[in-house]
């Protein structure tokens, strides 16, 4: 599953379970799927935003395993902060 799929199926379950109003809005009007799109891409730029803030930090790190272990470490760090700053927030 690619990144804004992920993303834009937990704002959809993050939506229904938690304002399922807002869903429904956004379902009657035809909006879902822009609104999911939207999310999804902020989601997508911030993660990408917070990796090119360490790149360079990054890049520092002579030992191939522990710099691919930092880039894994950033990603997650990365994904973690958009979910909670971004996808689950109204």
Request: cysteine-free; proline content about 1%; hydrophobic content about 45%.
């Amino acid at each position: 599953m690619d990144i804004e799929r992920k993303f834009a199926s937990r704002r959809s379950a993050f939506l229904v379970a938690r304002y399922p109003a807002v869903y429904a809005e956004f379902k009657r009007t035809g909006e879902l799927d822009a609104h999911l799109d939207l999310i999804a891409r902020q989601a997508r730029e911030m993660m990408e935003q917070i990796f090119e803030d360490n790149r360079t930090q990054i890049e520092a790190i002579q030992d191939k395993e522990a710099r691919e272990a930092r880039e894994t470490q950033v990603w997650l760090m990365a994904e973690e902060a958009a979910l909670h700053e971004i996808v689950l927030t109204l």
